[in-house]
């Protein structure tokens, strides 16, 4: 068991993968850089987020439509990512992000995840 020095919480390590070789990363840590890289992106909704959960990539890895136009899934269904959603304002859409200890996804979705739309791709 790890105990966080700032709040002073249990907190077991977990492993993500950095290309083949595993790290470990204290994930509350990791949490907060992610949080505060999601903060500075300039989307107003995205402040909202103060608390991310961890689901897996096959659950969240949308098709969605990239900048140059075509449609892909980014994420890699077998990782485990750091991920939240929030609605944006005035409309019917919502952002949604994943992260590992590398890079950040943004992403505006309809309803159950449909005409996804990657917004940002950036790293950490």
Known sequence: MLVHEQSGRHQELSIYKTNQ??????????????????????????NEINSLNELSGEYINL????????????L?????YFANQVEKKDSD????????NQ????YEYGCNGTEAVLIAWVSL
Do not use: F, W
């Open 21 to 46: 070789y595993p790290v470990k990363e204290d994930p509350i840590l990791m949490q907060e850089k992610i949080i505060e890289r999601l903060h500075s992106l300039g989307i107003s909704e995205l």
């Open 63 to 74: 098709e969605c439509r990239l900048p140059n136009g075509s449609t892909a899934k980014i």
């Open 76 to 80: 890699d269904n077998s990782k485990k």
């Open 93 to 100: 859409r919502c952002y949604g992000i994943a992260a590992d």
């Open 103 to 106: 890079q950040l996804a943004v």
